[in-house]
C-alpha cells in the first residue's frame, strides 16, 4: 500500500473468494478505537477462531448471558461513555418526535431538554 495525491494505492490484486487472514482489527487500532474496544474484539475473534459456544449453541461472543440478551451498558466506541436505560429512552423519543410538525421554539425546547437527560447520565 502505498499513498500518492492524498489516496492510498493498494498494490496487491484482490482475488475473489476468502482470504486467510482479517487484519480488520489493526486496522481499527491504527484508526484510533479504544484499547478496550481492540482487546473485546481480539476476544471475540478468538472466540470464533476455536469454535467455543456457550449453553445456547451459540458463539460465546458476547460473553456470559450471550443468548439474545441486551446490555444497555454498552460501551460507546468513541468517548467510553456507557449507555443508559435513560439514554434509550431520549432516543426513542427522539424517534417518536413529529419533527415536521414542531414549532422552531418547540424544537429548541425538546432539543435542550433531551441534551439536558443525556448530560445528567454521564456525571
Not at 475473489?16 to 476476544?43: H, M, W
Not at 446490555?71 to 429512552?89: K, N, P, W, Y
Not at 419533527?99 to 424544537?107: F, Q
Request: glycine share 8%.
Amino acid at each position: 500500500m502505498r499513498e500518492w495525491q492524498g489516496e492510498i494505492i493498494f498494490l496487491r490484486r484482490i482475488d475473489e473468494g476468502s482470504a486467510s487472514k482479517s487484519y480488520g482489527i489493526q486496522v481499527a487500532r491504527l484508526a484510533g478505537l479504544p484499547d478496550p474496544v481492540i482487546a473485546r474484539a481480539r476476544d471475540i475473534l478468538k472466540n470464533l477462531e476455536s469454535a467455543e459456544y456457550n449453553e445456547y449453541g451459540l458463539p460465546s461472543i458476547a460473553g456470559p448471558g450471550a443468548a439474545g440478551s441486551v446490555d444497555t451498558s454498552q460501551m460507546e466506541l468513541f468517548g467510553g461513555r456507557r449507555v443508559s436505560t435513560d439514554d434509550d429512552a431520549v432516543l426513542e423519543e427522539i424517534r417518536k418526535a413529529d419533527v415536521e410538525r414542531l414549532s422552531p421554539l418547540d424544537a429548541l425546547l425538546h432539543l435542550a431538554a433531551w441534551k439536558e437527560r443525556l448530560s445528567k447520565g454521564n456525571r
